[in-house]
């Protein structure tokens, strides 16, 4: 089924100055761009993206992730700051998301080519979400998850525990019997790898990685990546003892009712 036989697509970025791991890290300079700015122009040449929107909060810290978005050329919204859920739901809703891909801000490396895939296979049959992290094969980091309009509209209905809201799909993943799930398989399981930005190890890690390859070309996708490290094996381990999803299984442990 084509892109447009589904409708607009939207990939939404959510962002927020006030992480608690690693404080302003959508703010870390990379290469010499704020860490947010990065991300956005690596989702921008998703070829099946119709339109990128940056999600962040309405407070005051939160207006230069704003002001990052509109350099960039992409539009933003500002909406909950716990509720990330709503947040999504009311970006989505703004902008026409027919289709919406998720991405967090703190994936530098995220690769293009890997959200085109995502979205084709979502594309391809009745799915009301796809993502590659059912379970997980690829390296932390390069998570996309991709969703109708309509599930995230029935998860924003439904959701009543916090951690289903802050994390904004949970719901939609835990009731297979309500929605149809996809998963984009990696042909080699690299789920070992950490290429996510939650601590400082992360950010030295992937700063490496931009010094050696963001001087050769800005278009550098996972492949290129993946020889590096073949090369270079010794970066791999900057940030290999770190903990996989950790602000997920915090949420858990905290989880509390917050919808009647």
């Known amino acids: ?37 990065h991300v956005i122009e690596r989702v921008k040449r998703a070829r099946l993206v119709d339109a990128v929107v940056v999600a962040t909060t309405e407070k005051r810290e939160d207006s230069v992730v704003e002001k990052i978005a509109k350099e960039c050329g992409v539009e933003c919204f500002r909406g909950s700051e716990e509720d990330v859920l709503d947040r999504y739901y009311r970006a989505a809703e703004r902008f026409g998301a027919d289709v919406v891909v998720r991405i967090t801000a703190d994936c530098p490396l995220i690769d293009p080519e890997l959200i085109d895939r995502a979205i084709e296979l979502f594309l391809s049959g009745n799915f009301d979400y796809v993502s590659n992290t059912l379970p997980p094969t690829y390296p932390d980091g390069l998570d996309v998850e991709v969703f109708s309009f309509n599930a995230l509209e029935k998860a924003w209905r439904m959701a009543r525990m916090a951690s289903e809201r802050e994390h904004v799909t949970p719901y939609i993943r835990n009731h297979p019997e309500i929605f149809t799930l996809g998963n984009l398989k990696s042909e080699v399981d690299l789920s070992h790898m950490r290429w996510t930005v939650d601590r400082i190890e992360d950010l030295e890690f992937v700063r490496e990685v931009y010094r050696e390859l963001y001087r050769k070309g800005k278009n550098f996708h996972m492949k290129e990546v993946l020889r590096l490290l073949e090369d270079k094996p010794e970066l791999a381990e900057i940030n290999r003892h770190i903990e996989r999803d950790e602000g997920y299984k915090k949420s858990l442990r905290e989880d509390r009712v917050v919808k009647p």
């Open 1 to 37: 089924m084509s892109a447009r036989a589904k409708g607009k697509i939207v990939a939404i970025i959510q962002a927020r100055v006030g992480s608690t791991r690693l404080p302003r890290k959508v703010l870390r300079r990379i290469a010499g761009k704020p860490m947010l700015w």
